[in-house]
């Protein structure tokens, strides 16, 4: 039995993979570097700065590794850097314990046949659990690497999907994220789709569920919530869910969207917001937003900023685009480093104001809370997935409580227990 510790980069769904991972493993699993004797680099690729500390990560470490997650599809990057660390796809995690011995033994093997998740255990985690829905999407972005490491939609069957969530609220979650590379595409594959999952979700009446949890439904790319947008306003009420949507509109300008092969239009995004806002009034709209694709125009960039006055999405993952290997944006010719930075700094200075001014209109409220973190302050989530952190809460995690906000800035809004 070897000590093993897992490090994990990148999304909620390579997180959901190291809680499989962590669950298949028949060796300790330990809590830091300097206590093991293996170390499972779980990789994301998504961008290049993210990549390149990985491929440090790999140079400098000096005990035996494997390595797991998106960069798996890169075997060449791999063996620059680590010649002798087994490979294992992010299909194929089943097969994790034979990546460690290899890796004790000093072999470079690789495993990539693919090996269905679906009745693989999971690490149970309290009160947030991740669950993970689906594998892959049915887009191919021209930007995105993702899609080269996780080629097909694979999805795990509903009865599963409850299954977990039933066995986490059971051990303590009270807050399930449902998570995936796109949550619309979930079920295709298996004669579903995420209205009759979700709907599936909401009924569950098992006697475990009782106790109140909320449900973050993960990132759905607008295209899809476009086609579910009637059940979405349904459900989206429903008390199970965090009035929340994930819906990445990735650019302001209808030209660099189609240029990106995106299947949706920024219209599109523009009126699943408004018709949310009118429906769920309070609901909190996130969404990811890349700055500098290579066919983007000064023209094209200020669209961007208009979107974003006009929508005032609550919650923006802005990136600077980085050109990832083997994608076909790659092959563009690139815009100057300095102008991506220039672009980048001013849309986020406009983030941060529009942020704080929407979360300031908020104070003097009062919300019902769900407590889930304590670093150092006692923080949580609003039925709207606000992040609030508050102060006089003697409680425990996973408890709710009654929070009266009197504080706020562009990322949290803070006020003191009821
Ligand atoms: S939807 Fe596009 S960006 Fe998202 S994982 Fe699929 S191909 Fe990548």
């Known amino acids: 039995m070897a000590r093993v510790f897992v490090e994990t980069y990148g999304c909620t769904l390579n997180h959901a993979d190291s809680d499989i991972i962590k669950a298949v493993l028949k060796h300790e699993?330990?809590?830091?570097?300097?206590?093991?004797?293996?170390?499972i680099l779980n990789t994301c690729t998504v961008k290049g700065t993210t990549e390149n500390r990985i491929c440090d990560r790999m140079k400098s470490l000096k005990k035996p590794f494997v390595v797991a997650g998106c960069l798996s599809a890169n075997e060449k990057k791999i063996r620059d850097f680590a010649p002798g660390a087994p490979i294992v796809g992010t299909s194929s995690i089943c097969l994790v314990n034979?990546?460690?011995?290899?890796?004790?033994?000093?072999?470079a093997s690789i495993y990539k046949?693919?090996?269905?998740?679906?009745?693989?255990?999971?690490?149970?985690?309290?009160?947030?659990?991740?669950?993970?829905?689906?594998?892959?999407?049915l887009s191919s972005c021209n930007f995105c690497q993702t899609k080269l490491a996780r080629p097909f939609l694979r999805s795990f069957s509903p009865k599963t999907i409850v299954r977990w969530i039933?066995?986490?609220?059971?051990?303590?979650?009270?807050?399930?994220?449902?998570?995936?590379?796109?949550?619309?595409?979930?079920?295709?594959?298996?004669?579903?789709?995420?209205?009759?999952?979700?709907?599936?979700?909401?009924?569950?009446?098992?006697?475990?569920?009782?106790?109140?949890?909320?449900?973050?439904?993960?990132?759905?790319?607008?295209d899809h919530a476009k086609k579910f947008l009637p059940d979405l306003k349904r459900i989206l009420k429903h008390r199970k869910f965090y009035k929340f949507l994930h819906a990445p509109v990735q650019a302001g300008?209808?030209?660099?969207?189609?240029?990106?092969?995106?299947?949706?239009?920024?219209?599109?995004?523009?009126?699943?917001?408004?018709?949310?806002?009118?429906?769920?009034?309070?609901?909190t709209?996130?969404?990811?937003?890349?700055?500098?694709?290579?066919?983007?125009?000064?023209?094209?960039?200020?669209?961007?900023?208009?979107?974003?006055?006009?929508?005032?999405?609550?919650?923006?993952?802005?990136s600077k685009?980085?050109?990832?290997?083997?994608?076909?944006?790659?092959?563009?010719?690139?815009?100057?480093?300095?102008?991506?930075?220039?672009?980048?700094?001013?849309a986020t200075d406009l983030i941060a104001e529009i942020n704080s001014e929407t979360r300031k209109a908020l104070i003097g409220n009062t919300y019902r809370v769900l407590i889930t973190e304590k670093c150092p302050d006692?923080?949580?989530?609003?039925?709207?997935?606000?992040?609030?952190?508050?102060?006089?809460f003697h409680g425990e995690l996973g408890q709710f409580a009654d929070v009266k906000i009197n504080n706020a800035n562009h990322n949290s809004l803070f006020g003191d227990a009821l």
């Not at 699993?29 to 170390?39: K, M, S, T, Y």
């Not at 034979?98 to 072999?107: E, H, I, S």
Request: proline letters at 5%; hydrophobic letters at 35%; a negative charge.
């Open 98 to 107: 034979d990546a460690v011995k290899d890796a004790l033994a000093g072999k």
């Open 253 to 283: 300008s209808e030209k660099v969207v189609k240029e990106m092969n995106r299947d949706h239009s920024v219209r599109d995004f523009a009126d699943i917001v408004n018709t949310l806002r009118s429906e769920i009034p309070g609901i």
């Open 29 to 39: 699993i330990v809590e830091n570097e300097e206590l093991a004797d293996v170390i």
């Open 113 to 137: 046949k693919f090996q269905s998740k679906e009745n693989l255990p999971k690490l149970l985690s309290a009160p947030i659990m991740r669950i993970p829905i689906n594998d892959g999407c």
């Open 166 to 222: 039933n066995e986490s609220v059971k051990h303590g979650a009270r807050e399930i994220q449902l998570t995936s590379m796109d949550s619309g595409a979930y079920g295709y594959d298996v004669r579903t789709n995420l209205v009759e999952l979700l709907e599936l979700i909401a009924n569950d009446d098992s006697k475990d569920a009782q106790d109140g949890y909320l449900v973050r439904l993960g990132m759905i790319n607008p």
């Open 378 to 392: 006692y923080k949580g989530r609003n039925i709207n997935y606000m992040q609030v952190v508050l102060k006089g």
């Open 321 to 346: 685009f980085s050109p990832r290997p083997g994608t076909k944006a790659r092959e563009l010719p690139q815009l100057r480093t300095e102008e991506i930075k220039r672009r980048s700094k001013k």
């Open 285 to 318: 709209i996130s969404t990811d937003i890349i700055v500098g694709y290579p066919t983007e125009t000064e023209d094209d960039y200020e669209k961007t900023l208009e979107l974003i006055r006009e929508t005032k999405p609550e919650i923006i993952n802005l």
